[in-house]
Nanobody, 125 residues
Framework: VQLVESGGGVVQPGGSLRLTCAAS????????MSWVRQAPGKELEWISS???????YYAESMKDRFTISRDNANGKLYLRISSLKSEDTAVYYC????????????????????WGQGTQVTVSS
């Protein structure tokens, strides 16, 4: 049972990126999924969650530039980020859980919800 994120890297400000989370070892379409990030020196920040049937929820500050999606047939979760800014620099995690706020994600990590190892996104010119 695992989640593996990929797609991070160094991107110039204004660019875009699509992160992928590959799920294995469980019935992916049975679970809601989430994206969470952690910037250097900051707490975990919830970005978005998606139900099994693709109803998406976003943190208010993430609504404009972040798009979550999923491919149940192939066990993949995606996060597209557009108009990248330096403050988007963070490690991005996917989680097998439904979150609605930062504290949900922080508690979920403490309570051993299934998370991936994260993928680093660095926005720099």
């Amino acid at each position: 049972v695992q989640l593996v994120e990929s797609g991070g890297g160094v991107v110039q400000p204004g660019g875009s990126l699509r992160l992928t989370c590959a799920a294995s070892g469980f019935t992916f379409h049975n679970y809601p999924m989430s994206w969470v990030r952690q910037a250097p020196g900051k707490e975990l920040e919830w970005i978005s969650s998606i139900t099994w049937d693709s109803n998406a929820y976003y943190a208010e500050s993430m609504k404009d530039r972040f798009t979550i999606s999923r491919d149940n047939a192939n066990g993949k979760l995606y996060l597209r980020i557009s108009s990248l800014k330096s403050e988007d620099t963070a490690v991005y995690y996917c989680a097998q859980a439904m979150y609605y706020r930062d504290s949900d994600a922080q508690n979920g990590k403490k309570n051993y919800d299934l998370w991936g190892q994260g993928t680093q996104v660095t926005v720099s010119s």
